[in-house]
């Protein structure tokens, strides 16, 4: 089915099962730890080995030798498999640093070797007997000292990313009122619950994994292009995933360790990585430094605005652009944004939970925030002023829809933010300083082509297959959803099987496109099949009505079941029209914060967000999303830091208890709206994904409500207690 135009009326605007909120489908294996989980898939393959994967102790250079005849020694110990005795393995999809062989290190605990044994404990233990003697290079490791050389990123096509609109320097400079100011943001962990972890055994020349992956049919091809094989004799196998944002995207050393490590030993092994790996050896969001400026009307108008930002990365790819959300939220007729990447010699930065934008908007929102208070302007009236009516860094284009202002002012409503008291520090709660903020957030909504087949069996029963994983998104139930609408059956005569490459391909989870992709792939298996059905009893099925397990035609009703067993397979693909269209979510995220006015101590209080993201499919599993990401905002507003050794080139506190994350006592209340919107451009639902948009500005809420609170203005992300103590109020004057 391709997709080529403006969704009309259609079922999906009657609907009585999708919109409407359902309890996930995936609720009691999860709560009855039934779920079945990469490394606990203890009945896939007999005779588990287990692999522990041990990580370089330098951050560059070589290995000039590996002793193991020890750990190959030790009780337990079935193979080592050394990087010096392989060859490097190929790149797949997404990857930048190299995952295993050969004796060059690019980065601290990247994978050198693995030992396999008969338990985890032996393998461990055998691990540490590894002698290992390196030839250490220097590095850089410092953003700061290496962003003055850093060269334009690659935009599409590999031009430079440098984007000019009008004349920016000239505006900036008549600008009556300006800002120019400078942020900063840390490396930052995905700090999944599940690790990454994998099982792998060969039969023959065919692989199968079990793993712990977002996208399937990307670690299909990519396991074949690290290993050297043909993509149809790896199977991938994925239905449960204990969270990845953005982390399982590409295949890391887990995957490529477990299907080595099995070949040498000719059993199947497990691999989990251990947390330090996570951090180090995996993917992280890379560091940021923001410069804005923001020139304005005295009545508020910008008229030019810049954002320009630095990451690094290996070999000064693919850094994280922090100015992606930029030329599409407020109007300006002169503008620049520029996004630079410095070589650095740390672990892999890649995708996290809206890459580019999560980061952006730390900076962004409250550059807006600080222009208002040059102007003396409340910060919702600045943002409204500026509300564009093409898309600001490209004129031509037209939104989709966008409802931000309609966002803005019923936020301000439910949060009572005519209470708000524009001179900071001015709301005292006995010895707690109380501010409040807001912010802006957009990110775009894309889709890709998605399958799926659906069979239905004698008794009417449903089945939906599809290669679309469940990261603790929801995609079971909503795609049991979608399915039990199109067929006019009941959520129970339903059943959705997902995450294995035997199944058609999907969009995936990632980027905020697979809810909207994958429920649109469904939807057009279904549409299939509802045709084979009607070809085969003799009725047209674009004008049959599917309800209640019956099909209803102008002179006679059947029932589902009459059809017999039956088998449709379809994909969704979206047409050319779309790219007239900027298609994005919106949203407006407020905070409440106390701050102890004589120890500092910051308490977030409450938050809200106001969601304008087209039909919300589930509202009960996309209020989780999205509160899950103003939590995730939240920390790396105050805590969240990968504190990086600049001597040797590693992140330090890379474990759960000193890489600090939110805790429940940490975000008390959180309430979120999804206004009545529908956006037919999307797709045939009329839905986009929401998922990331809940961390696109809360963090920017939390500063800005932070500064209401004390009139402490920091740009250093986190906003730790030490960066703002020495400024708090005299306690006399309190």
């Known amino acids: 089915m391709e997709f080529n135009a403006p969704a009309g009326t259609n079922l999906f605007d009657r609907a009585k099962i999708v919109g409407h909120s359902t309890p996930r489908i995936d609720g009691p294996l999860k709560t009855t730890g039934t779920a079945p989980y990469a490394y606990e898939r203890h009945d896939v393959a007999p005779d588990q080995a287990y692999g522990y994967i041990v990580g370089s102790a330098i951050a560059k250079g070589r290995i000039v030798s590996m002793d193991v005849a020890d750990a190959r020694a030790a009780p337990g110990v079935i193979a080592v498999v050394a990087a010096p005795d392989y060859a490097p393995v190929g790149q797949g999809q997404g990857n930048i640093a190299p995952l295993f062989g050969g004796g060059e290190i690019a980065h601290y605990h990247q994978a050198i070797a693995c030992v396999v044994a008969e338990t985890f404990e032996q393998a461990r233990a055998a691990s540490s007997l590894i002698r290992t003697r390196y030839d250490r290079a220097p590095g850089m490791f410092d953003l700061a000292e290496a962003a003055p050389g850093a060269s334009l990123a690659k935009g599409r096509g590999g031009k430079p990313d440098l984007k000019t609109l009008g004349n920016f320097e000239a505006a900036f400079a008549a ?40 996208m399937i049919d990307w670690a299909k091809s990519s396991m074949a292009e690290i290993l050297g094989i043909k993509p149809e004799n790896v199977r991938v196998d994925s239905p449960f995933i204990g969270g990845g944002f953005g982390g399982k995207l590409f295949i890391r050393s887990d995957a490529v360790m477990a299907a080595l490590a099995a070949k040498a030993t000719g059993r199947p092994v497990k691999i989990a990585l251990q947390r330090p790996l996570v951090a180090n050896n995996t993917t992280h969001r890379h560091a940021t430094i923001q410069r804005l400026r923001i020139g304005a009307e005295r009545d508020g108008r910008i008229t030019a605005i810049a954002h320009e930002n630095w990451s690094g990365n290996i070999g000064g790819e693919k850094g994280e652009d922090g100015t992606l959300q930029t030329p599409k939220l407020y109007a300006g007729a002169n503008r620049l944004t520029a996004n630079y990447v410095a070589a650095l010699d740390l672990p892999e930065g890649n995708a996290m939970r809206a890459p580019g934008e999560a980061a952006g908007h730390l900076a962004l929102e409250v550059a807006m925030d600080e222009l208002a208070e040059r102007l003396g302007m409340d910060p919702i009236e600045l943002r409204i002023r500026n509300e564009p009516e093409t898309v600001p860094g490209n004129p031509g284009k037209k939104f989709s829809q966008r409802n931000l202002v309609r966002c803005l002012r019923q936020g301000a409503d439910l949060f009572g933010w005519s209470h708000r008291r524009s001179k900071p520090g001015q709301v005292r709660d006995g010895r707690w300083l109380v501010g409040m903020g807001v912010a802006a957030g957009y990110r775009g909504g894309p889709v890709q082509k998605s399958g799926a087949r659906v069979h239905m069996g004698n008794d009417g029963q449903i089945t939906v297959e599809t290669d679309m994983t469940d990261i603790g998104t929801g995609s079971y139930t909503i795609i049991a959803q979608t399915a039990a609408e199109t067929m006019g059956v009941s959520l129970d005569r339903v059943t959705v099987k997902l995450g294995d490459s035997r199944f058609p391909a999907s969009a995936g989870s990632g980027g905020q496109w697979g809810a909207a992709s994958s429920t649109a792939g469904a939807y057009a298996a279904c549409v299939s099949l509802r045709r084979a059905i009607g070809a085969k009893l003799g009725f047209d099925a674009d004008t049959a009505t599917f309800a209640e397990g019956k099909i209803h035609l102008s002179n006679r009703t059947i029932a589902l079941s009459d059809a017999g067993p039956m088998t449709a397979e379809d994909s969704i693909t979206f047409g050319e029209f779309k790219r007239d269209y900027d298609v994005g979510t919106y949203a407006a995220h407020f905070c409440e914060v106390a701050v102890e006015a004589y120890t500092g101590e910051c308490r977030v209080r409450r938050m809200l967000a106001v969601c304008d993201a087209g039909r919300i499919l589930n509202p009960l599993s996309a209020r989780s999303q999205v509160i899950g990401g103003m939590v995730m905002a939240a920390g790396a507003a105050l805590m969240e830091e990968l504190a990086v050794d600049k001597r040797f080139g590693f992140f330090v506190n890379h474990d759960l208890a000193g890489y600090e994350v939110p805790v429940h006592a940490d975000i008390p209340h959180q309430e979120v709206v999804f206004l009545d919107t529908q956006d037919p451009v999307s797709s045939p639902l009329k839905a986009k994904g929401v998922g990331e948009l809940g961390i696109c500005g809360p963090g920017a809420a939390v500063a800005n409500a932070l500064y209401n609170a004390t009139g402490v203005r920091v740009r250093n992300y986190p906003i730790t207690l030490d960066k703002y103590l020495e400024g708090l109020p005299e306690p006399e004057a309190i």
Do not use: C
Request: glycine share 2%; no cysteine; hydrophobic share 40%.
């Open 175 to 214: 600008a009556p009122v300006k800002l120019d100011a400078k942020y900063t943001t840390p490396d930052e962990s995905h700090a999944m619950m599940e690790p990454h972890a994998t099982i792998a055994a060969w039969k023959g020349d065919q692989l199968t994994l079990w793993t712990s992956n977002q």
